[in-house]
């Protein structure tokens, strides 16, 4: 393989090109390097790599090295080992025997992997590694180019989790929109009976039952098109008093005098979507009471600054939740009690969790009946939420 400057120009073969990595000024030397870097890699996003025949040293690493990998190049000259050290731990054996393979044998390899930058950020790269000879066979070195695929990878796995999220609402459409209307046939047709049979014991009864599924088909609705806009970016920014929205969302999801809330925490301001943070409480809340095991509870939410964030805690004094369930109550549709016991479509914790993760913040489940009663679920939210 050859390089050439220009046309007419004399053509520099791999050897002559690489004979020295810093070249004398005006020397032809100097002219091999600058036909390397403007032909090969200066205007290029992709990192052109070329070493001895052995592996043991770089010959040449082009200048897009430094942005995607975030180390100078003179570091990696000096110290070949220690591209090994930033391939991150679990792809390192793989990536190592593919490159063994290309300099024992002289076979290309193509494999993705990731490094572990030097200020802790992981990216994914795609490297494809060959062997270079000259024309007569008696000169070589091996080549690479390396191509950072994070924001690929980063798209991929939000496709990924986009194809989850319709099989789940593929889900909801066969099954849990269907099993509401069909119950409210079932009634109906038990209402005719009734009917023809003069009987009308059973009818305030049956018409209550067929009035709570139809109810649940519409929340649940209401809640998958919630579910379906959220992510979509926020716009604009409100100016929320967080005990006083705590506590009119209180008001709202409350049933009587029944239920007691007690903040703890002195008084914040935060500015963010005014829905998602009534959204998120009002269904922590409606939670706390809807599954409460007795007719009166009390619920207390306490809170405390992390940095550029709030940390809530609203904890109640229910029944808990096994730790085997702590997983599965995150889920889309998910309920531990029956369809007809407990009022809801099972999107609440989902609906929660996707607002939470559009900050990049945390929900977690802390409760174990074996021990106490009571639940927490604690979380964060931004003081300061970022427009998208």
């Not at 100097?30 to 996003?45: F, G, M, P, S």
């Not at 024992?104 to 795609?126: H, N, P, Q």
């Not at 269904?283 to 706390?288: E, I, T, V």
């Amino acid at each position: 393989m050859h390089y050439s400057a220009q046309e007419g120009q004399s053509t520099l073969s791999i050897q002559e090109v690489l004979t020295e990595r810093n070249p004398a000024p005006g020397s032809e030397n100097a002219l091999r390097e600058v036909v390397l870097r403007r032909l090969l890699a200066d205007h290029i996003d992709d990192v052109l790599w070329i070493c001895d025949s052995q592996g043991l040293s770089f010959v040449y690493l082009s200048p897009a090295f430094e942005r995607v990998c975030g180390i100078s190049v003179n570091e990696l000259y000096e110290n070949p080992l220690l591209w090994n050290e930033m391939v991150h731990p679990e792809d390192r054996a793989e990536q190592k025997k593919y490159f063994s393979d290309l300099v024992a044998y002289g076979k290309d390899f193509e494999c993705t992997y990731r490094i572990v930058r030097a200020d802790g950020e992981i990216r994914w790269l795609t490297d494809r590694g060959f062997l270079l000879e000259d024309d007569c066979g008696s000169f070589s070195v091996l080549g690479g180019i390396t191509r950072d695929v994070t924001a690929e990878r980063e798209q991929e796995a939000e496709l990924e989790r986009s194809n989850h999220e319709l099989m789940q609402f593929a889900y909801v459409a066969s099954h849990d929109l269907k099993a509401p209307m069909n119950g409210i046939v079932n009634v109906l047709n038990w209402v005719e009976e009734d009917l023809e049979n003069n009987d009308y014991g059973n009818l305030k009864g049956n018409l209550s039952l067929i009035k709570s599924r139809a109810k649940r088909m519409v929340n649940l609705l209401e809640d998958l098109l919630h579910y379906s806009r959220l992510g979509s970016g926020v716009s604009n920014l409100d100016r929320i008093e967080v005990k006083k929205e705590i506590f009119d969302t209180f008001s709202i999801v409350r049933m009587g005098d029944s239920f007691s809330l007690e903040l703890l925490f002195d008084d914040y301001v935060v500015y963010g979507p005014h829905t998602l943070f009534d959204l998120v409480f009002r269904n922590l809340l409606s939670n706390a009471i809807k599954h409460h095991d007795k007719p009166c509870g009390k619920i207390s939410v306490s809170c405390m600054e992390k940095n550029d964030s709030l940390e809530f805690a609203i904890s109640d004094d229910g029944p808990g939740i096994e730790p085997k369930y702590h997983e599965k109550i995150f889920g889309m549709l998910q309920k531990l009690d029956s369809r007809d016991k407990i009022d809801g479509s099972g999107m609440g914790l989902a609906l929660v969790t996707r607002v939470i993760e559009m900050h990049g913040g945390y929900l977690r489940v802390e409760s174990d009946p074996s021990v106490r009663r009571g639940t927490t679920f604690r979380f964060s939210w931004p003081k300061k939420w970022e427009k998208q």
